[in-house]
Nanobody, 113 residues
Framework: QVQLVESGGGLVKAGGSLRLSCAAS????????INWFRQAPGKEREFVAK????????YYADSVKGRFTISRDNAKNTVYLQMSNLKPEDTAVYYC??????WGQGTQVTVSS
């Protein structure tokens, strides 16, 4: 089993920044990728970014490319999502996901215009 705990969400004005954290525990040696997803009210959950645990290789959704940066600290078993130049359309609950099928509880990000 893998446990994931997100933190760092909050309310920010458009153009501002936030850093989300995803702390992993349990069988972390079994993790290959950690992903961030988000779900806005009335919308489906969508992919945001991914990082390969061992190599640090990253991949982003087009909607956040150039504004968000995913990174990891292997010693702390933590993945970060640095979000800059936030837009109101970034408002959502952000979830951390690790293969296979481990989800965190989510953290709310609200961007005001």
């Amino acid at each position: 089993q893998v446990q994931l705990v997100e933190s760092g969400g909050g309310l920010v004005k458009a153009g501002g920044s936030l850093r989300l954290s995803c702390a992993a525990s349990g069988r972390t040696y079994s993790i290959y990728n950690i992903n961030w997803f988000r779900q806005a009210p009335g919308k489906e959950r969508e992919f945001v970014a991914k990082i390969t645990w061992s190599t640090g290789s990253t991949y982003y959704a087009d909607s956040v490319k150039g504004r968000f940066t995913i990174s990891r600290d292997n010693a702390k078993n933590t993945v970060y999502l640095q979000m800059s130049n936030l837009k109101p359309e970034d408002t959502a609950v952000y979830y951390c996901y690790a293969d296979s099928d481990y989800w965190g509880q989510g953290t709310q990000v609200t961007v005001s215009s």
